[in-house]
């Protein structure tokens, strides 16, 4: 028992859940035959592949200080691809009446896939400065995660701006209670990952169970289960109406943008992979303890 133990269960145990997730619907009557469909299945692969991925790294990561930063990279990248797998259902099922075929609506997944670019690249550059500067690390890194979710959410909070005040009389830009659930555990997972509670009030009582990495994790999954339940949601009940408004989209365009997005994303991971080998053995960031000049500080 360490204190990764909980960390790797709190997410090796809901990539089997979405992944059944995943076979049940693509495997339903004719759900795979349906262009309709695609941008759901399109979501369910990052959504499968971000808590392996985690879990993953929490377990390999004590190989090496290498083979840390390496694996960390890898669960970037992964979350770098959710927050594209999002943008590609909230395009398809999601977008407020008055943005459908807008210019915003036609570069939505392609800025996306910018976004997903810049993720990868700010949440592995974060590692570098980490011994140095943790908090300039600590911001770089939450705003690696958190600018790919206010972009992709932006047909959200269009949709829950018109409708606030107005009651159940929002037509089709009504959002769903999942869509609500979602977005309370996504600044959940946001508040934790920042604010380190419970442990910073009572240092060594959660060190194994309880704490805000654990909580992060369950809040994440949560989040992306209710993310998914609104997604449907949005896909059944707008259905015959999206279906007078704009065209199903093509398999061949969405397949081209994830295949760039994962390409250009290992490319990232591997020119930072790259740096690691490069660096001198001496280098603070392989010794996985304090900078030398921080070590005599302590000394002293």
Same mark, same amino acid.
């Given at each position: 028992? !360490?204190?990764?133990?909980?960390?790797? $269960?709190?997410?090796?145990? @809901?990539?089997?859940?979405?992944?059944?997730?995943?076979?049940?619907? &693509?495997?339903? *009557?004719?759900?795979?035959?349906?262009?309709?469909?695609?941008?759901?299945?399109?979501?369910? %692969? @990052?959504?499968?592949?971000?808590?392996? &991925?985690?879990?993953?790294?929490?377990?390999?990561?004590?190989?090496?200080?290498?083979?840390?930063?390496?694996?960390?990279?890898?669960?970037?990248?992964?979350?770098?691809?959710?927050?594209?797998?999002?943008?590609? *259902?909230?395009?398809? /099922?999601?977008?407020?009446?008055?943005?459908?075929?807008?210019?915003?609506?036609?570069?939505?997944?392609?800025?996306?896939?910018?976004?997903?670019?810049?993720?990868?690249?700010?949440?592995?550059?974060?590692?570098? =400065?980490?011994?140095?500067?943790?908090?300039?690390?600590?911001?770089?890194?939450?705003?690696?995660?958190?600018?790919?979710?206010?972009?992709?959410?932006? =047909?959200?909070?269009?949709?829950?701006?018109?409708? $606030?005040?107005?009651?159940?009389?929002?037509?089709?830009?009504?959002?769903?209670?999942?869509?609500?659930?979602?977005?309370?555990?996504?600044?959940?997972?946001?508040?934790?990952?920042?604010?380190?509670?419970?442990?910073?009030?009572? @240092?060594?009582?959660?060190? /194994?169970?309880?704490?805000?990495?654990?909580?992060?994790?369950?809040?994440?999954?949560?989040?992306?289960?209710?993310?998914?339940?609104?997604?449907?949601?949005?896909?059944?009940?707008?259905?015959?109406? %999206?279906?007078?408004?704009? =065209?199903?989209?093509?398999?061949?365009?969405?397949?081209?943008?994830?295949?760039?997005?994962? !390409?250009?994303?290992?490319?990232?991971?591997?020119?930072?992979?790259?740096? %690691?080998? $490069?660096? =001198?053995?001496?280098?603070?960031?392989?010794?996985?303890?304090? @900078?030398?000049?921080?070590?005599?500080?302590?000394?002293?």
């Amino acid at each position: 028992m !360490t204190n990764e133990t909980v960390n790797i $269960w709190t997410h090796f145990l @809901p990539t089997w859940y979405f992944l059944w997730r995943l076979l049940a619907l &693509a495997g339903g *009557p004719g759900f795979r035959a349906e262009p309709y469909h695609w941008p759901l299945l399109i979501f369910l %692969l @990052p959504a499968c592949l971000y808590p392996f &991925a985690s879990c993953c790294a929490h377990t390999f990561s004590s190989m090496s200080p290498r083979a840390r930063h390496i694996c960390y990279f890898l669960d970037y990248g992964a979350l770098s691809l959710y927050s594209l797998g999002c943008a590609f *259902p909230y395009a398809a /099922y999601s977008m407020p009446t008055s943005w459908l075929q807008s210019r915003l609506h036609q570069l939505f997944v392609p800025a996306a896939t910018l976004n997903s670019f810049l993720c990868t690249s700010l949440s592995c550059y974060s590692r570098f =400065p980490e011994l140095e500067s943790p908090g300039f690390s600590k911001v770089l890194r939450t705003a690696a995660f958190a600018y790919p979710f206010l972009f992709d959410n932006l =047909p959200l909070f269009y949709r829950f701006g018109l409708c $606030w005040g107005r009651g159940h009389d929002c037509g089709q830009e009504a959002l769903s209670t999942s869509h609500v659930y979602h977005l309370f555990c996504a600044l959940l997972t946001g508040f934790l990952f920042t604010s380190h509670l419970p442990e910073r009030l009572a @240092p060594g009582r959660f060190d /194994y169970i309880g704490h805000s990495h654990q909580l992060f994790h369950i809040s994440a999954v949560l989040g992306t289960h209710f993310q998914l339940e609104a997604v449907l949601a949005d896909m059944g009940s707008r259905r015959a109406w %999206l279906a007078m408004k704009e =065209p199903a989209l093509g398999l061949v365009g969405t397949v081209a943008t994830l295949g760039l997005a994962v !390409t250009g994303n290992l490319l990232i991971i591997a020119a930072f992979t790259a740096s %690691l080998f $490069w660096a =001198p053995g001496s280098c603070p960031l392989l010794q996985g303890g304090l @900078p030398e000049a921080g070590s005599r500080a302590k000394q002293q």
